[in-house]
C-alpha cells in the first residue's frame, strides 16, 4: 500500500495567525495576475515574504489590497507593467527569488470554444477592455526576462497539455529556454496535496540556468480528503426548480447531463460524500448536494478551496473568486518543495 505524505499545510485556516506554521525564510516574492490573493497567501504559509504584484481589475485589486495589505500593487494591464518597471524605480523587484504569475487561462480550457478564440480580442471577466488572452503567456515571460527572479512559476489550466494547445506550450518553454531558463512542466491534483478538491493544474516551473539547479522531485500523495468531511448543513443556496428534476433523477457523484434528454449541464453536479469534490469553478453555483436540494455554501466552497475562513470577499462574490484563484494549499506545497530542494541550498 502506498504510503500517504504528510502535511505540514491545512485546508482549514485563518489569515495572519497561521502564517507562522514555518519559520520565515525572508525570500522575496512577487506576483502577476494575482486576483484574490491565492498564491499569496500559499507562499505566505510556506514562509516566503510576498511583496505584492500585478492585477488589471480595480475591484478586485482593493479586495486584495484588503486582505493582504501589499507593499506594491500595480493596478495596470501586465503589458503597461513592463514597460514602467526599472530598476531605478523599484530595485527590489529586480532581486526577486519567485516571480508568480496565472495568465488568464479560458482560451486553453476544455469547456468552450478553445481554439476558435484564438488570436482574438475580447472582454474578459477579470478586466474593463478588449485584450487577445492567449498571448498574455508571452507577455508574462516579457516580466520574467525583465525582472530577472531566480524561480519563476506559471500556473495554468491542464487544457494546455491538450490537443493544439501543446504547439503554444512549447513556445512557451521554447521562448523561456531563450532567455536562460530551464524549465519543468507538471500536471498536479490538488486532492493529492491535502486540498478537499480534485483540481488539476499546469505548473510551468522555471529556474535560471546559471543556479545549475537538480531537477525539481514532486511526489504530492496526501490522504484524499471526502466531502462529508467539509459537509456543513446550510441553505445559502437553494435549488430552482427548473433544476429540481434534474436533481431528483441525478445519482450522486454524477453529473446532471447523465439524466438530461440532451446532454447538457455538464457542469452540473451532484456531490457524493465519498468522494472528492470536482474542481471549482468561478460559476461553481452549479454543485449540488447528495440529499437535501441545495446547492453547496459559501462555506463549504471555502474549505474545499483552501481559503482562510476569514477572508474578505468584500463586494466580490466568494464562489467566483476562489474560482479564479489558485487553491492556496496547492502553491505552499509546491513552494515549500522548491525551499527545500532549490533555495535553501543558495
Request: glycine residues 6%; positive net charge.
Amino acid at each position: 500500500m502506498k504510503k500517504y505524505q504528510p502535511s505540514l499545510f491545512d485546508y482549514k485556516w485563518n489569515l495572519s495567525e497561521n502564517y507562522n506554521i514555518i519559520k520565515k525564510n525572508d525570500l522575496k516574492v512577487f506576483g502577476t495576475f494575482i486576483c484574490g490573493g491565492g498564491s499569496t497567501m500559499e507562499y505566505k504559509l510556506a514562509g516566503y515574504k510576498h511583496l505584492g504584484g500585478v492585477e488589471l481589475n480595480a475591484k478586485i485589486a482593493n479586495t486584495y489590497k484588503i486582505n493582504h495589505n501589499p507593499k506594491y500593487l500595480f493596478i495596470q494591464d501586465i503589458r503597461e507593467f513592463n514597460k514602467i518597471v526599472t530598476i531605478e524605480k523599484y530595485p527590489e523587484l529586480f532581486d526577486l527569488d519567485i516571480l508568480d504569475g496565472s495568465p488568464p487561462c479560458s482560451t486553453f480550457s476544455l469547456v468552450g470554444s478553445r481554439e476558435k478564440a484564438w488570436g482574438i480580442e475580447k472582454q474578459f471577466k477579470e478586466g474593463q477592455k478588449l485584450q487577445q488572452l492567449d498571448d498574455l503567456f508571452f507577455e508574462w515571460i516579457e516580466t520574467v526576462k525583465i525582472l530577472q527572479p531566480k524561480v519563476a512559476i506559471a500556473e495554468n489550466v491542464k487544457g494546455m497539455l491538450a490537443g493544439n494547445a501543446q504547439t503554444y506550450l512549447n513556445e512557451i518553454v521554447k521562448r523561456l529556454n531563450n532567455i536562460n531558463y530551464n524549465v519543468q512542466i507538471f500536471m498536479l491534483n490538488g486532492a493529492t496535496m491535502k486540498l478537499p478538491q480534485r483540481r488539476e493544474r499546469v505548473f510551468v516551473v522555471c529556474s535560471k540556468k546559471s543556479l545549475n539547479f537538480n531537477k525539481l522531485e514532486l511526489d504530492f500523495n496526501c490522504k484524499p480528503i471526502y466531502y462529508k468531511q467539509i459537509e456543513i448543513e446550510n441553505y445559502e443556496y437553494k435549488i430552482s426548480k427548473n433544476m429540481l428534476s434534474y436533481w431528483l433523477t441525478t445519482l450522486s457523484g454524477k453529473l446532471f447531463s447523465t439524466v438530461h434528454e440532451k446532454g447538457s449541464f455538464f457542469n452540473s453536479y451532484k456531490t457524493s460524500p465519498n468522494k472528492v469534490l470536482p474542481t471549482i469553478t468561478a460559476n461553481n453555483v452549479q454543485m449540488y448536494h447528495y440529499r437535501q436540494p441545495k446547492r453547496l455554501c459559501t462555506q463549504e466552497l471555502i474549505l474545499a478551496s483552501s481559503f482562510p475562513q476569514n477572508y474578505n470577499f468584500g463586494n466580490i462574490k466568494p464562489y467566483y473568486l476562489m474560482g479564479m484563484s489558485v487553491p492556496p494549499i496547492m502553491m505552499a506545497q509546491l513552494s515549500h518543495q522548491i525551499y527545500l530542494q532549490w533555495l535553501s541550498k543558495l
